[in-house]
């Protein structure tokens, strides 16, 4: 007989819905380790914290987290996310997906998000693959790795998802692995506490899929080679953190203030309207 | 500066459906749009734009139709009404999200000024070419409810009934306006706001532990709820259970998929809207919807002036259709012709409701221009000769 422990985060997660899908190694489960963290750290309120996902085996997250949480569309995590946020001006709202949901099929959402700087913290998990429906290619795929659907190696350019979000207009961007927990659950305590549009990029390991094929070993491997390549650069300029081979650029890249979506939009309304602008507070 | 208008601005007006629907949106308690700027829906979103700021409300243009059709569908499940608008090439884009609007039961109106199709086709003039596509435009099965306004008054009037459907139903709830009604202006009478039939949000009264989000605990729609009500809700477009957990099996997709579509055709009778007008003993009988039925109500009555037995029959609910009382006409008149600005498509559903009854014929076109009360009054003549 196994004896069921508890874990000090238990509270915060779905136990109900446990086992998880995701396959033993994969980062997805420690990224939310360390997200659980920063939200016990914040002593956040959980009825003012809602969870939106995408799809694909981080989409799930949402799933796990016990918040309202929503687990939407491919890719439209962001949009949904933005007329929640905007209804709820107390709330943090998180988009927790994947790169293949954030950076390809979402990458339109991603960009206006980040210009209008809707007060959101996005979790991107790159794992440099799509896990669900099979370890296909996808915009993060690093050159010449092999994919289902690149089976003679990748051939596109990949994206520097930060400096995608940077320039973009996103006013906290960081990026980290899921070896760093302490930095990960560290730069989550920023991301969720920064109003405004936040970003963090977090890299880990898909062993089943993208790691097999590429004959990179387990997932300790891919640990390792986190440890070995990481170069901390906080406040880095986002051009220079394209990941190469060798060098895993991470830290927090930016971190500014600028109103967000509803600050803007209620300056703009008071400006042109005075009195007579009554602002949009959602249901309360 | 000038006062602002009030919430529901009473009074007779003089304007376009466009701006009669936002209007009736507004009375209805809708307070936040997220839109996409397209021909000829544009001035709906337009005038949104303008009003919400003095009222409390919202609107946001999204980066395109994917993002509009599910923005406001966040801010539904916060608590408000909401709805998006379009026109042909972005009601396609939206259809991924009328899907995840019927799966999660988020009550949602969608409004599509018809324009002419297919692809950028031919835009700023009519059409009512989106009929099917707003039936079974996304994939898989499901139920929406569909309703069709004739003129700037009953855009004013069915937006209302549309948002109350939605409440009441959970389902994607299509307001399908058409160019011509959309920009025709006529008299519309906003009545006080005490006259007017608003259906608010009932959220769930059972506290946490005590609901689930997809439980049937009367009647046939689930309770609603809104975040931050401590009931910790899961929401997803995976088929799901009770509880709104996904649950990946046959039996879960047989019980809710067979829920998401008989909460609508078990109630047909409850949704539905036929205006019918001299149909008794009548020779034939126009069913029309749309801008299309006042073209047949003036066709019809220049027909009678002739001595002709013909009647007309309004469509304002299309969807889900009624075929109860399309046989109800069929036994009342000796044919049926079925006037649409397309090349058949609730035609086809008039007759599969009434068989081989009576004759149904048809009267359309591709779309581009209204059909012209000539080829109305022809065709009536010509079946009743
Ligand atoms: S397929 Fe890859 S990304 Fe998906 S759960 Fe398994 S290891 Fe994680």
Redo the contacts with the bound molecule.
């Keep these: 007989m196994t004896e069921i422990k508890s874990h000090p985060v238990d509270g915060l997660l779905r136990t109900d819905r446990m086992p998880h899908?995701?396959?033993p190694?994969?980062?997805?489960g420690t990224s939310v380790n360390c997200f659980t963290r920063a939200i016990e750290k914040l002593e956040m309120d959980l009825d003012k914290l809602h969870v939106v996902s995408g799809i694909g085996?981080?989409g799930r997250v949402a799933g796990y987290i016990n918040v309202d949480s929503f687990h939407t569309t491919h890719g439209r995590a962001l949009a949904f996310a933005t007329g929640l946020s905007l209804s709820r001006p107390d709330s943090k709202v998180v988009v927790y997906s994947g790169d293949g949901d954030i950076a390809a099929i979402g990458g339109n959402h991603l960009i206006h998000a980040a210009r209008r700087n809707v007060d959101m913290t996005v979790i991107c998990v790159n794992?440099y693959?799509y896990?669900?429906t099979g370890g296909q290619v996808t915009p993060t795929t690093p050159d010449k790795a092999l994919a289902s659907t690149t089976p003679f190696g990748n051939f596109e350019h990949t994206f520097n998802i930060p400096n995608l979000v940077a320039a973009s207009g996103g006013t906290y961007v960081a990026r980290w692995t899921v070896f760093h927990v302490r930095q990960l659950t560290r730069a989550m305590v920023s991301a969720l506490k920064h109003p405004g549009f936040s970003f963090i990029e977090v890299l880990s390991?898909?062993?089943?899929?993208?790691m097999r094929r590429n004959k990179l070993g387990a997932a300790v491997n891919l640990m390792e080679y986190f440890k070995e390549s990481a170069v901390i650069e906080n406040g880095a300029d986002t051009r220079t953190v394209a990941l190469n081979e060798g060098k895993t650029v991470l830290g927090e890249f930016v971190n500014v203030r600028l109103p967000t979506l509803r600050e803007s939009y209620e300056e703009r309304m008071k400006e042109a309207l005075g009195e007579k602008f009554v602002p949009y507070e959602g249901s309360k | 500066m000038a006062k602002s208008k009030p919430i529901v601005d009473t009074g007779i007006h003089f304007i376009d459906g466009n701006m009669a629907c936002a209007e009736g949106a507004i009375a209805a308690g809708c307070r936040f749009v997220s839109g996409y700027p397209i021909t000829p829906s544009t001035e709906v979103v337009e005038h949104m734009a303008k009003r919400f700021p003095e009222i409390g409300g919202m609107f946001i243009q999204m980066e395109d139709e994917l993002a509009a059709s599910i923005c406001f569908q966040g801010a539904v499940w916060s608590g408000v009404k909401g709805m998006t608008v379009t026109s042909g090439p972005g009601f396609s884009l939206m259809m991924e999200h009328v899907g995840l609007a019927a799966a999660l039961e988020t009550p949602s109106v969608f409004v599509d000024v018809q324009r002419a199709g297919p692809s950028t086709g031919l835009p700023t003039a009519p059409a009512q070419q989106d009929m099917m596509q707003a039936r079974w435009g996304s994939h898989g099965d499901y139920e929406i409810i569909a309703l069709s306004p004739s003129s700037p008054q009953e855009c004013f009037d069915y937006i209302v009934t549309c948002f109350n459907l939605s409440e009441k139903y959970r389902c994607p709830v299509f307001f399908m306006m058409d160019e011509t009604v959309g920009h025709m202006h006529g008299k519309v009478k906003i009545p006080d706001a005490s006259q007017i039939d608003v259906l608010e949000r009932q959220n769930t009264t059972r506290p946490p532990g005590e609901y689930q989000p997809y439980k049937i605990y009367e009647g046939s729609v689930p309770e609603m709820v809104k975040v931050g009500m401590g009931h910790r809700i899961h929401i997803t477009g995976l088929t799901h259970d009770e509880q709104g957990y996904p649950a990946m099996n046959a039996d879960a997709q047989q019980t809710l998929v067979k829920r998401l579509c008989s909460k609508i055709t078990d109630n047909v009778d409850d949704i539905s809207i036929i205006k019918t007008e001299n149909i008794d003993d009548s020779d034939v009988v126009v069913i029309s919807y749309g801008i299309t039925s006042r073209i047949a109500e003036y066709a019809v009555n220049t027909t009678r002036e002739q001595g002709i037995n013909a009647g007309t029959a309004q469509l304002v609910t299309i969807w889900p259709f009624n075929d109860r009382a399309m046989m109800e006409i069929a036994s009342k008149t000796k044919n049926i012709i079925v006037a649409e600005m397309n090349l058949g498509q609730i035609v086809n559903e008039v007759r599969r409701a009434v068989g081989n009854a009576v004759p149904v014929h048809f009267l359309g076109n591709a779309g581009g221009r209204t059909i012209s009360p000539e080829l109305m009054i022809g065709k009536i003549r010509e079946v009743t000769r």
């Design positions: 899908i995701w396959c190694g994969c980062g997805v085996c981080t794992n693959t896990g669900m390991p898909c062993p089943t899929l993208y």
